[in-house]
């Protein structure tokens, strides 16, 4: 069995291909939605989210997203400190879910924007990362999020470039076309895989 990391740069695509590897039989485990898990409302995770950010940090007994967002994207400090608190209970979730794939005898797609930023590839077989030019993940990225590009850039600039990630890559799914063209570049990707294993 195999344990495939993908990743990207923010906005570059990497739920989009990880719904088709989805569709292809692949079982996805996705880093956001186990850092949503990680601070749950009633969560340990939130709580300390709240002891480290205050009393805005916390809306309507939810984590406040938007004013997390505000603070982490303008501030390496307190996004060191965010993600101190949330990647270790994302580590533990994502491993769990990862040895029930495996145990099911699953092929199984670790969905991790931070993979490179946080030196995970040696926790996975091989790293396929979703890449598209700075300028087009700029526009994708104001678009779907409805921010300012100077908040849009924050956000950018707060991971290791696309280009980097592009180069470390082990194999390259260019989403810079439509997503009919997508498509096309993942089956191609999925059909090479499945001829080595
Ligand atoms: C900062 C938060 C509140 C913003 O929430 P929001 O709903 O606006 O964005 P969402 O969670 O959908 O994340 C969108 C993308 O932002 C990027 N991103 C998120 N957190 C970080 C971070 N700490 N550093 C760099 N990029 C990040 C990723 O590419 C992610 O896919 C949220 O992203 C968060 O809790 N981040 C900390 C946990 C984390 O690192 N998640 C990323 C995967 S483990
Ligand atoms: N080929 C495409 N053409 C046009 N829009 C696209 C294409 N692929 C993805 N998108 C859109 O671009 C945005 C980013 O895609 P997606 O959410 O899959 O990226 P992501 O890498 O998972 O983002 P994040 O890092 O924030 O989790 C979405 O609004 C999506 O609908």
């Given at each position: 069995?195999?344990?495939?990391?993908?990743?990207?740069?923010?906005?570059s695509g990497k739920?989009?291909?990880?719904?088709?590897?989805?569709?292809?039989?692949?079982?996805?485990v996705d880093a956001?939605?186990?850092?949503?898990?990680?601070?749950?409302?009633?969560?340990?995770?939130?709580?300390?989210?709240?002891?480290?950010?205050?009393?805005?940090?916390?809306?309507?007994?939810?984590?406040?997203?938007?004013?997390?967002?505000?603070?982490?994207?303008?501030?390496?400090?307190?996004?060191?400190?965010?993600?101190?608190?949330?990647?270790?209970?994302?580590?533990?979730?994502?491993?769990?879910?990862?040895?029930?794939?495996?145990?099911?005898?699953?092929?199984?797609?670790?969905?991790?924007?931070?993979?490179?930023?946080?030196?995970?590839?040696?926790?996975?077989?091989?790293?396929?990362?979703?890449?598209?030019?700075?300028?087009?993940?700029?526009?994708?990225?104001?678009?779907?999020?409805?921010?300012?590009?100077?908040?849009?850039?924050?956000?950018?600039?707060?991971?290791?470039?696309?280009?980097?990630?592009?180069?470390?890559?082990?194999?390259?799914?260019?989403?810079?076309?439509?997503?009919?063209?997508?498509?096309?570049?993942?089956?191609?990707?999925?059909?090479?895989?499945?001829?080595?294993?």
């Amino acid at each position: 069995m195999t344990v495939i990391g993908l990743t990207g740069g923010i906005a570059s695509g990497k739920s989009t291909v990880a719904q088709l590897l989805q569709g292809q039989g692949f079982v996805i485990v996705d880093a956001d939605i186990a850092a949503r898990q990680a601070v749950a409302p009633g969560s340990e995770g939130l709580r300390q989210v709240a002891a480290a950010f205050g009393p805005d940090a916390v809306l309507n007994g939810e984590m406040n997203r938007a004013y997390i967002g505000q603070q982490i994207f303008h501030d390496e400090d307190k996004r060191h400190k965010l993600n101190s608190i949330i990647h270790p209970i994302v580590r533990t979730i994502m491993e769990e879910e990862k040895e029930a794939a495996l145990s099911e005898g699953q092929d199984v797609i670790m969905d991790i924007p931070l993979l490179y930023e946080n030196k995970l590839e040696e926790t996975v077989d091989t790293v396929w990362v979703v890449y598209i030019p700075e300028k087009l993940q700029l526009e994708r990225l104001m678009k779907r999020n409805q921010l300012s590009e100077e908040s849009a850039r924050a956000r950018i600039t707060s991971q290791i470039s696309i280009e980097e990630k592009r180069k470390r890559a082990d194999i390259v799914i260019d989403n810079s076309g439509t997503l009919e063209d997508l498509k096309i570049n993942v089956d191609t990707v999925v059909k090479e895989y499945y001829k080595s294993h």
